[in-house]
């Protein structure tokens, strides 16, 4: 079965280099371009990771995480911060809201494949 990540983020620049990795890994990628938006996406389209902006044009990221965590239907699919915001206690603020993990932007391909990895094998030995 194809991975399927969303990524939730607002500017265009960012969105197309993280399209380009993800296509070239062979995932299936979901685009939203506000939180709130991005919430919905992730209700209905249930992916298998999701990948999170901070700073967009509604809610933030840490809010749509939140919400996301409260949610049943939503609550175990990991979330990856992704930020360019290294102000401290940024990383803090995102744990706190339930975020799984946390990158740094601009992400370079391998980080996210390696990332990406992790999660989804956690998730496979768990079924397993
Ligand atoms: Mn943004």
Do not use: W
């Amino acid at each position: 079965m194809v991975t399927r990540i969303l990524y939730v983020e607002d500017n265009p620049l960012n969105m197309r280099l993280v399209r380009k990795i993800l296509k070239s890994l062979g995932y299936e990628m979901f685009e939203a371009i506000d939180g709130l938006s991005g919430v919905d996406l992730a209700i209905n389209e249930q992916p298998n990771i999701i990948l999170m902006d901070i700073n967009l044009p509604d809610i933030d990221g840490i809010e749509a995480t939140t919400r996301l965590k409260q949610e049943d239907s939503t609550r175990n699919i990991p979330i990856i911060a992704l930020t360019a915001n290294a102000m401290h206690g940024d990383k803090e603020r995102f744990l706190e809201a339930g975020c799984d993990g946390y990158l740094a932007k601009p992400v370079s391909k391998l980080e996210l494949q390696n990332t990406i990895a992790i999660f989804l094998d956690a998730r496979h030995n768990i079924a397993v």
